[in-house]
């Protein structure tokens, strides 16, 4: 299978010039864990987590925005990939969740370890 076959199309994304607290509110009501980071044209330019808000609670609160504390070297995937191959990303880089990209580098799904599980029969 591929990534196109698991991955979750409804994807909610944040820019990169939104406060941290936007991000934190749309982590929690969404019960989400990954929000990609889109810049004002729609291009992925980060990725930023319920991590990455617990950090910037503790480590520094002048760090206001999204792009402040963002991860900006986004390890991704795309539609075409073998599943097996996006698979073996998020464990030698121990993350949860890729961001599925087309050739413009438009966000069009995320892949979590939660939809990798569908393919062993449950229904999550
Ligand atoms: N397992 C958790 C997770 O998936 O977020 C925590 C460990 S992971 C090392 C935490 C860091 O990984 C955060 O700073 C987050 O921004 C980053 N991260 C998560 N998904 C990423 C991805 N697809 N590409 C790059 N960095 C990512």
New binding site residues.
Partial sequence: PRVRDIMNRQVINITEDEEVRVAAKRLLKDEM??LPVLDRNGALVG???T??VSKAVVTDGRLRQVKDI??R????TTPDEPVDVAAQKLEQ???????VVDAANRVVGILSAIDLGKLFGGRR
């Fill in positions: 864990n990954h990725i930023i987590t991590y990455d963002m991860t070297n986004v390890i991704k880089n121990n993350i949860s969740a890729l961001p």
